[in-house]
């Protein structure tokens, strides 16, 4: 493929991502409202547009208009860095997700991978294919997003947000490890790193032929412990409900963020919003099987090309209401308990988990 | 022509990063700086084709230990460092010193030996999957010094954990 065809297919690919994207954060937030609403028996948003619809661009607009504070004694620098690190940080991390098998571009003769850097398809090998540390990249990049979090609460200058910073640092740095140590369970029964070809081995049936043909050959009927580590270990990562404390606003008043306002709240607020998207996307890739989905026949041919992807984004979409359900349910955990949790419960879990299928997968072998 | 620019543009970050670090007065700036040659490192491991070591230097280095340096500085609220009599004499003598070992490295790497062996950019690439190859290495070929070097760390460990345990008498 030629340079000018690779640039254009890039800058597509990235424009459609993060417009898509960002549709999907500010839409999640008024599902958010209106579940949690539901769940609280009130409303919800209801006054801008039907069913409040319009309400995420009302609020994009408050935050674009809204007066930027920087307080004074703030690390000016660091200050301004710490939301920009944590939203791109963020955003990094999707250009490595496959959102499904492939596009067959006429122009060009080949199959454009449903990923912004996949390699596309020639004549000899008419899969797409995508780098083979896709996994490892996500968690680099998640890791890295901590010094947005970190600065921001040092940087403000303020003990709430101190506080919160300290304690964001330290509860990502425990979960990462239970949160790694659960996706090698996985990684060994796939034997690859790249994320297109762990998709690609949870194709088919458990049982095929059986009566069991339905049962499809996702990794989580076999890793349910290694899904539920990654799981709490995802919530922790997030700083989501339980495990919100960098922000607990009935301790913390808001956490990392309390000196922020502006564009410069709102980007924090993105940067959580497409991680949970982000590690939405890996449990659905390692665990529920990606793109597969059952086909439906009855189907016109456009939707029949847009299936995978459609399961792809109804499986994100499952997540992302689970995310909002246990928000709505469980109440905090307290300092202590989180981190025992997280040292004590969870990482001895995830290496048990990891030496009984080791011996399951070389005992198969 | 790429690859180049790109070595060159990111061998200048972890230079400068490197200098920054070292001319900065608060830890917190310095820290931050080590994260930014950490990061330019793994890009560079990239360049050579391995994709591996470039992810773990990030995982490993830039993510966790950096951010642990960052956490204990703002956790001690670590302000600028004063300039003392010691970092003065430290600055006489070390200015020659990293002059005479740039000097012995610039001279060693120009005359091209062969034991010191070559890079190449991608040079890596050809030889396989990275992760797969450095697997076997860890697991065949040097089973025993990496075993013993995780009983090592695991001591290591055990050690911090008696020391904070151990009650003020």
């Given amino acids: ?365 | 022509m790429m690859p180049q620019i790109l070595f060159l543009f990111f061998a200048a970050i972890c230079v400068a990063g490197a200098i920054n670090l070292v001319l900065q007065r608060h830890p917190i700036n310095s820290a931050l700086s080590l994260v930014v040659v950490m990061a330019s490192l793994a890009a560079l491991y990239l360049l050579l084709g391995a994709e591996f070591v470039g992810a773990v230097q990030v995982i490993v280095y830039a993510g966790a230990i950096m951010v642990l340096f960052v956490f204990v500085i703002m956790l001690l609220n670590a302000g600028a460092e004063e300039q003392s009599e010691g970092s003065r004499i430290a600055l006489w003598i070390g200015g020659p010193g990293v002059a005479v070992f740039a000097g012995v490295l610039m001279w060693l790497v120009t005359r091209g030996d062969d034991a010191i062996g070559k890079a190449k950019v991608g040079g890596m690439i050809s030889s396989g999957d990275n992760t797969h190859n450095v697997a076997s290495l860890l697991f065949k070929e040097f089973l025993l010094p990496f075993e013993v070097t995780s009983v090592l760390i695991l001591i290591a460990i055990m050690g911090a954990v008696v020391l904070a345990s151990r009650k003020e008498s």
């Avoid at chain 1, 070809?197 to 088919?204: D, L």
């Avoid at chain 1, 981190?339 to 004590?344: C, D, E, Q, T």
């Fill in chain 1, 1 to 365: 493929m030629n340079t000018t065809n690779y640039l254009i297919a890039a800058v597509v690919k990235i424009a459609l991502v993060i417009f898509i994207l960002l549709t999907g954060v500010a839409y999640t937030t008024w599902l958010e409202r209106k579940v949690i609403g539901r769940i609280q028996n009130r409303w919800g948003p209801t006054r801008v547009g039907p069913f409040g619809l319009l309400q995420p661009l009302a609020d994009g607009v408050k935050f674009i208009l809204k007066e930027d504070m920087i307080p004074d004694n703030v690390h000016r620098g660091l200050f301004i860095l710490a939301p920009m690190l944590a939203l791109v940080m963020s955003l990094i991390s999707i250009s490595v997700i496959p959102f499904g098998e492939g596009l067959h571009v006429p122009m060009t003769h080949q199959t454009t991978p449903l990923q912004i850097t996949g390699v596309p398809g020639t004549p000899d090998h008419p899969m797409p294919t995508d780098i083979n540390i896709g996994l490892l990249l996500i968690l680099g990049v998640t890791s890295i997003g901590v010094y947005g979090i970190a600065l921001a609460g040092w940087s403000s200058n303020s003990k709430y947000a101190l506080l919160g910073a300290l304690r964001a640092s330290a509860q990502m740095i425990s979960y990462e490890l239970a949160l790694g140590l659960s996706l090698v369970g996985v990684l060994m029964m796939a034997g690859t790193l790249s994320l297109r070809e762990i998709v690609n081995t949870q194709a088919g049936s458990w049982f095929p032929g059986g009566p069991l043909h339905l049962v499809p050959h996702w990794y989580i009927f076999p890793q349910f412990i290694a899904f539920f580590i990654y799981l709490m270990a995802a919530y922790a990562e997030t700083n989501r409900i339980p495990f919100d404390l960098p922000e607990a606003e009935t301790e913390l008043v808001a956490g990392y963020h309390t000196e922020y306002s502006s564009m410069k709240f709102a980007m924090f607020f993105m940067a959580e919003y497409v991680n949970m998207i982000t590690v939405s996307c890996v449990a659905t890739l390692l665990f529920f099987g990606g793109w597969h989905g059952p086909s439906l026949p009855f189907l016109p041919q456009l939707l029949q090309d847009l299936l995978p992807v459609i399961w792809f984004a109804a499986k994100i979409f499952v997540f992302m209401f689970v995310y909002i359900w246990i928000r709505g349910t469980l109440p905090r955990f307290r300092y202590d308990q989180l981190m025992a949790f997280g040292w004590k419960f969870l990482l001895p879990l995830a290496i048990a988990n990891i030496i009984v299928t080791s011996l399951i997968v070389a005992w198969r072998a």
